[in-house]
């Protein structure tokens, strides 16, 4: 097993598994959601696959990527809006 | 990034666009195939899975140029197209070009629908493959057709308590599609009934609402006269699938809801871009991987190694004729949202405001239903259920892009 990959959500630490996508870290560090809609409901992924944009994050400053088409990497700093 | 030129481009790389690209390859072209994922084998072999490690391990011995990563954005010159991917943008040339762009769900807005943790069928188990923990997770799937029993299975194997699958299709439709399948289709289906002992299938059964707080708590379920509260975790729920007809749109390709337009060959009504799988019509692994190899053989002028493989192709199309009629969408799926619903999840445009308005552009104009980020992907596929409007042009970037990416 490839060792776990390091990376920061929200100032948190944690550990995902190697290979996963950004939106696992997003979960594993229990943040409520990826982003605020535009009337202020908090959203999460709905189609995990690239199509829907609810699952948008900001990583390593880059605002609106896709947090279920990003591979985590070590180090990385993903912001949630929610 | 450099600009590349082959003489073949696929996008998609999912069962059609790896077939396509194999085919390609073997018949001694240079072909690119290319992917908006980071790996390939599209939604049903995604991440992982043996078979598209098998087929990738092919393309790679073959020669494919794989990119992953990688969206098509515009087409801003004849057999050209213009892509992005984290690191920059470039342009790819191509003599023949195959379009395997696959398909994505519908989801039809509920009271409650907009809750984190109510999901997509297909998308919990697109999130669960790319790393999400489910185990011990309470799960309810619902919405239509056989991907719910694929995504169940998956979630109990995972660990989740899966608490019932809702599906919205009559028992009497599910058995007389049962009893049409071929015997390896009905095969496959009792190998997943198999792995859902203890789990309840509930026909003509559908969610109305969800409820929670800042995320999914509840989901109440309809079933005939009843309804009850479920409590769970995540709701995994798709009605079915639509293709993906933005980029063939873009091209000029003629579409019709139901898919692109491909002649035997599978070409489109533009001369040398070819469609295959899910994007021509939704039909299932099997066809997507025989309208792949006859795409990949035709797009290399090869075409009577194509018209060997018509017959498979006619019989993976009758099936998926039958899994068309029997999964239906009901009438009563049309009374879901309220009035204050959201529709739009994009720019939160309601039930009510986009129904004032008799048709797609006007709505687009009136409420900006459909103008987000994501382009009417999602509320398109619903609004064409619940007020029968069909989408109109594609203009691009068919995929926000970057200022940069489009200053060229």
Same mark, same amino acid.
């Given at each position: ?82 | ?117 109510? =999901?997509? !069928?297909? @998308? *919990?188990? $697109? ?8 185990? +011990?997770?309470?799960? #309810?799937? %619902? ?43 009905? =095969?496959? !289906?009792? @190998? *997943?009934? $198999? ?8 026909? +003509?059964?559908?969610? #109305?609402? %969800? ?47 139901? @898919? ?11 001369? +040398? ?136």
């Amino acid at each position: 097993m490839p060792d776990p990959v390091k990376l920061t959500v929200n100032g948190i630490t944690v550990d995902v598994p190697a290979g996963a996508m950004v939106s696992t870290a997003v979960a594993k560090a229990g943040a409520g959601a990826c982003r605020r809609s535009v009337s202020g409901e908090p959203r999460g992924p709905l189609c995990g696959m690239g199509i829907c944009f609810e699952c948008r994050v900001t990583i390593d400053g880059r605002a609106h990527c896709r947090s279920c088409q990003v591979v985590c990497r070590p180090g990385m700093e993903v912001r949630t809006d929610g | 990034m450099a600009d590349r030129e082959f003489d073949v481009v696929v996008v998609g790389a999912g069962p059609a666009g790896l077939t396509a690209a194999c085919r390609v390859a073997e018949c001694g072209k240079q072909v690119a195939m290319l992917d908006d994922n980071p790996l390939p084998g599209g939604q049903i072999w995604r991440g992982a899975s043996k078979e598209a490690a098998a087929w990738m391990h092919r393309a790679r011995r073959l020669g494919v140029e794989w990119l992953a990563g990688a969206r098509v954005f515009d087409a801003p010159e004849l057999q050209k197209l213009a892509v992005e991917t984290l690191e920059g943008e470039f342009r790819i040339a191509y003599g023949s070009l195959i379009l395997a762009t696959g398909a994505r769900e519908r989801f039809l807005p509920f009271p409650g629908w907009t809750l984190p943790n109510v =999901m997509g !069928a297909g @998308g *919990l188990q $697109a999130l669960a493959k790319s790393g999400l923990a489910v185990a +011990g997770k309470r799960v #309810v799937v %619902a919405g239509s057709g056989p991907l719910l029993l694929a995504v169940a299975r998956y979630m109990k194997s995972h660990g989740a308590d899966v608490r019932l699958i809702a599906e919205q299709a009559s028992q009497s439709s599910v058995m007389r599609f049962a009893l049409s399948c071929p015997p390896g289709k009905l =095969m496959q !289906a009792i @190998g *997943l009934r $198999a792995g859902l002992i203890g789990i309840p299938y509930r026909t +003509g059964c559908w969610p #109305v609402s %969800a409820q929670g707080k800042d995320r999914l708590e509840s989901v109440t379920l309809q079933c005939g006269h009843r309804t009850w509260s479920e409590p769970c975790d995540y709701l995994a729920c798709g009605f079915g699938l639509i293709p993906n007809l933005e980029l063939a749109a873009l091209l000029g390709c003629r579409v019709s809801q139901s @898919g692109v337009e491909v002649d035997e060959r599978q070409q489109t009504s533009v001369r +040398g871009v070819y469609a295959a799988g899910e994007a021509t019509g939704i039909g299932g692994l099997e066809l997507s991987l025989s309208e792949g190899e006859i795409a990949g053989y035709a797009a290399s002028g090869n075409s009577d190694r194509a018209k060997d493989l018509f017959g498979a192709r006619a019989a993976h199309r009758r099936f998926a004729k039958a899994l068309e009629d029997a999964f239906a969408l009901r009438a009563e799926l049309r009374d879901l949202p309220r009035p204050e619903t959201f529709v739009c999840r994009c720019e939160d445009v309601n039930y009510e405001r986009v129904r004032g308005c008799s048709n797609w552009r006007e709505a687009k104009l009136h409420t900006r239903c459909g103008m987000g980020p994501c382009q009417g992907r999602i509320c398109g596929g619903a609004v064409e259920f619940l007020l029968g409007w069909k989408a109109e042009s594609v203009r691009p970037p068919v995929l926000p892009a970057r200022v940069g990416s489009m200053s060229r």
